[in-house]
């Protein structure tokens, strides 16, 4: 069975400064891993996902993941964060790539809050 | 190109009623999910279409249903609806089937039972 951990449910930040969202995932097998984000009274956005390759994921408004196999982490990170990206953000894993979204597991999520 | 659109976007039941929810796919795009969100279980899946055909299942009782037309609009109803009911239900669309493609996501239909 798999499972993912948002270890942090809030985190608020300075505009301007960097930010980690953490998340820790559990497998026995091959993972994928993804990020979403989720504005005020809307569905979810796809930040960013780790099928396979580079360890590095770069996604959309200038955020990026770094899976980590050894310490089964996948850390979405931005140096510098904006008004705009207070959301909240969820970790997704699975383990079935051929298969569909049924076998995705979200996380619980983390409220991004950027203070001014 | 429009994006996923679903609805009514905000819906009020009560107990026992039965609902009709309504998802319009990315144009082009076969495959639509369901999902329940809720601030206590979090996201989770409900079912999945392909080309009319429900491929895949989450844990839901069968009071949860759905099913998808051949221009891969798709519907979902929940009959005898319970207090615990009550969430955001959002709906996701993809070319294909698979985790390799990407979903794209609409605002989601805020149901809330009394």
């Known amino acids: 069975a798999q499972s993912v951990t948002q270890l942090d449910s809030q985190v608020p930040v300075f505009e301007e400064a960097p930010v980690e969202l953490r998340c820790n995932y559990s497998s026995s097998v091959s993972v994928y891993l993804f990020w979403y984000v989720q504005y005020p009274n809307q569905g979810l956005q796809l930040l960013l996902k780790?099928?396979?390759?580079?360890?590095l994921v770069k996604g959309i408004n200038g955020f990026e993941a770094e899976f980590n196999k050894s310490q089964t982490s996948f850390h979405l990170r931005k140096p510098s964060v904006h008004i705009s990206d207070t959301a909240e953000y969820f970790c997704?894993?699975?383990?079935?790539?051929?298969?569909?979204?049924?076998?995705?597991?979200f996380g619980t999520g983390t409220k991004l809050q950027v203070i001014p | 190109k429009a994006g996923v659109t679903q609805t009514p976007r905000y819906l009020i039941k009560t107990r026992g009623q039965q609902v009709t929810l309504s998802c319009s796919p990315i144009s082009g795009h076969r495959s639509v999910s369901w999902y329940q969100q809720t601030p206590g279980q979090g996201l989770q899946f409900l079912f999945e279409y392909f080309s009319e055909t429900q491929r895949n299942k989450g844990n839901f009782p069968g009071r949860f249903s759905g099913r998808q037309f051949s221009n891969s609009r798709s519907e979902m109803n929940v009959s005898t609806l319970e207090l615990g009911d009550s969430a955001l239900y959002l709906c996701a669309s993809s070319s294909i089937a698979g985790v390799q493609e990407t979903q794209y996501f609409g605002p989601g239909t805020r149901l809330l039972v009394l």
């Open positions: 780790y099928l396979s390759g580079s360890t």
């Open positions: 997704a894993v699975t383990t079935g790539r051929s298969g569909g979204y049924q076998k995705v597991t």
